[in-house]
């Protein structure tokens, strides 16, 4: 499959999705807002655009409009299935809840998934040869570099982000997290006949291998 203009078009797009994990963990600092309303505000966004899906595959007139409005960077089978888009939000929800107290887990473990599943799909289709499913050696590996590449040359620079961890996300840490981004990016996760979405799935568990090994890694 060729790297196509819809694709770039759709992952250019989903960088403005970075405003999630900006939100979880600046908002508060900004705006002296508490993180239960930023968790709200997250709530409030995903039920509108679950409205939105909702009646597009219910009246065809919202759903012709709304394949006007984003037809250059849907992905076919999401004409008539949930974008992937919508997922995300939803994981930055689940994030925002499961780490209220440590939001610097949610931005690290969102912008990791969204910034490396772009890279994987973008070396994937242009260059990808070893193909593994769907996918591709070649989009796994850049996925993993750049999730390394972020843990080591971007989040200990952002104001803030890594007080709680003395400035740098450690040396273990980095590889495990950034391993098991590309794994289950790259392999589907399924529950009985259901395949689950990664946009929802990934930046939870990456979230979750942070949150529970940092601890460890101090013994």
């Known amino acids: 499959m060729p790297l196509t203009k819809q694709e770039i078009n759709r992952k250019l797009f989903h960088l403005f999705a970075l405003l999630l994990p900006v939100g979880i963990f600046y908002f508060p600092k900004i705006f002296g807002i508490s993180e239960l309303m930023v968790t709200a505000i997250i709530a409030f966004l995903l039920t509108v655009i ?11 007139k919202i759903h012709e409009i709304f394949q006007t409005c984003f037809r250059s960077m849907l992905r076919k089978e999401e004409g008539e299935t949930i974008t992937g888009s919508t997922y995300f939000i939803g994981a930055a929800l689940i994030c925002s809840i499961l780490f209220p107290k440590a939001p610097h887990i949610s931005f690290m473990s969102l912008t990791m998934f969204l910034l490396g599943d772009a ?5 994937g289709l242009s260059i990808g040869r070893i193909k593994i499913g ?3 050696l070649e989009g796994s590996l850049a996925c993993f570099f750049l999730c390394v590449i ?6 200990p620079y952002l104001p803030s ?8 996300v450690p040396l273990p840490l980095i590889f495990i997290v950034s391993l098991a981004i590309t794994i289950f990016e790259l392999i589907p996760l399924r529950i009985k006949n259901f395949t689950l979405n990664d946009n929802l799935y990934v ?7 942070m949150r529970y090994l940092y601890p460890l890694l101090l013994k």
């Open 203 to 209: 930046p939870v568990v990456a979230g979750l291998v």
């Open 119 to 123: 890279v994987a799909a973008l070396v």
């Open 150 to 155: 972020l843990c080591f040359g971007l989040f």
């Open 134 to 136: 769907k996918k591709s």
């Open 161 to 168: 982000l890594l007080d709680a961890w003395g400035g740098a």
């Open 50 to 60: 679950v409205a939105i899906e909702t009646l597009r595959f219910r009246y065809p």
